[in-house]
């Protein structure tokens, strides 16, 4: 057979269950990928060798038993180094937690479990995922597969490189403001963001808890709505989890791949695009637009003008909550522990002297920010006001959904920029999620699919966002527009990506 890890999730699914393939084989496959691209991208903070093929070995045994497994049993993932994987050390890009070996699993991860998908290993992300790059981590940068000189999106650059660089079919990351769906545009990978609190926050390290979001990253619609329906539904863990049954997302996707969006009504969003876009963006996104409109969509523009004050809202909104959770670092009862310099080893010295040291520039940034906003004085001016901005938001998607079924946009204003562009100008680095914080501040589901390649032969994505509990309609209309370029295209955009260097570095 040709090389395994070139199929979609769905594709070795079906292998596996007709007995033409063994979770072993898949999964060594995949570890022998890693080896030879991983030097060169660096999407892995730590492979798993043994554990994933004890898990590989586990899943054969149990179809070989007989048992009735889950569709994506055997089929090996990648997971973000956010989430709890007990007796593996979670370190969320930073070196305050570079030894801890958490006691438990996230609740995502029970569920891979459960569902038999060994794990390969932990992706890189940015420190505590808090950047739009995977540069601020304090392990080193990820780098594109398309171009190994740019960046993979962030903070979940790690798990959109590995899929996109063929070394895990699928991958999980998380999505505060654009974490899964922005490395997504930029990989050719797909990115969901599904309803907040569709899918348990249970163990995922916490940064903004209002915000954070888990979901699947794949390389097709149909694989990324299979992963959804594992790790989503009710979790009692989590206080903010919904008590409902999981949306028919992998009904919806296959119903999408048969073109089926005839009458649906797709809102294009005013205030999300023009100026700062770049123009091969557009271009291939007005291109997908008229792809849906030739399937029998209706499109027609709407204005959400409270958009134009997301990015000011999310950064007052978001480092408010992250400097809360992170006072938890204390260096007292886990993590790192750096004792001071100079003077008595108190408490107070000792966390100033940890927090210091295990924090990186990005992380300090945002405590300072916003423990600012929190501030005796401020808080009603800075952080009082953003929750405003942020039900201002919310209402303007209420008001969409009066006209429209979903809302398009492009993913990212532009595509991948090159490691060290944006380093030292954090603003810039900020407006790469312009299109993609909307969703987080109003909790509702967003898709990033590919939708082709810029003239700097880049891939750019196109997001799709449906109302809360509605993930399904994002399936829908993301699998129709996936078929409908894979069509054009002749096969799928990743196809078209060059090849990597085996070995080492490029």
Known sequence: MSDLTRLSAAA???LLAKGESSSVELTQAHLDRIEAVDGAVHAFLRTLPEVALAEARAADQARAAGEDLPALAGVPIAVKDVLATKGLATTCGSRILENWIPAYDATVVRKLRQARLPILGKTNMDEFAMGSSTEHSAYGPTHNPWDLERIPGGSGGGSAAAVGAFEAPLALGSDTGGSIRQPAAVTGTVGVKPTYGAVSRYGLVAMASSLDQVGPVARNVLDTAMLHAVIAGHDPKDMTSLNEPVPAVVEAARLGLAGDVKGLRVGIVRELGGEGFGQGVLGRFAEALRLLEDLGATTLEVSCPSFSSALGAYYLIMPSEASSNLARFDSIRYGLRVRPE?????????????RAAGFGPEVKRRIILGTYALSAGYYDAYYGSAQKVRTL????FENAWQDVDVLVSPTSPTTAFKLGEKLDD????????VATIPVNLAGVPGISVPCGLAEDGLPVGFQIVAPARADAFLYQVGGALEAALVERWGGPLLERA?????GGRR
Do not use: K
């Not at 100079?342 to 940890?354: F, L, Q």
């Not at 060059?498 to 085996?502: G, I, S, V």
């Open 12 to 14: 070795m699914a079906e």
């Open 342 to 354: 100079n003077g008595p080893a108190t408490a107070e010295s000792v966390m100033a002297a940890t």
């Open 393 to 396: 938001i919310q209402r303007d």
């Open 426 to 433: 954090p603003l810039a680095m900020y407006l790469a999620d």
């Open 498 to 502: 060059p090849a990597l260097p085996e």
